[in-house]
């Protein structure tokens, strides 16, 4: 019986540190600063509180991750007029770092990428594989997240982030 108590505790703290999925705002998303491309400093608090935030990890060697960013390209294109903002997070260390910039030019990505080199984000968001992607609301709360990528995940996501516009 303790072993069974012990088990639902675990399961129970689980949900509130790795919400998968969900539509509720357990937690802050917690904040971090990482340089973007032009070697500018982004804060993540000083990007809340216009609309919904989207945060994607992912890496250059990670085929389901660019798949992804060519999706989520057509939603920032739709939503970042309307307060929606994104940040692809490069988990690339220092080995294939260097690739990163021709792969977003080469893709024509238009939204803010940031360098994670040494796994500072990832290991705030438990990003323990990749793709993942999290979606904070205008208040800075996790509303969802997403472990992998299949064709199809991005309509839920656009769904998330339309519903938030506005809120």
Known sequence: MRILFILFSAALFSIYLFP?????GIRKGPDFTLEDL?????????????????????????????????EYKKIYNDYKDKGFKMFAI?????????KVKPLVKSKGYNFPVLLDTNSDAVRLYYAQSIP?????????????SHLGYMKGDEVKVKNIISSQIGK
């Open 20 to 24: 998968q999925d969900n539509t509720g």
């Open 38 to 70: 032009s070697g500018d400093f982004v804060e993540l608090n000083q990007e809340v509180g216009e609309g919904p935030i989207l945060l994607s990890f992912w890496a250059t060697w990670c085929k389901p991750c660019i798949e992804e960013l060519d």
């Open 90 to 98: 490069s988990t690339d260390d220092e080995n294939t770092v260097a």
């Open 132 to 144: 993942y992607s999290v979606i904070l609301d205008k208040d800075g709360m996790i509303i969802y």
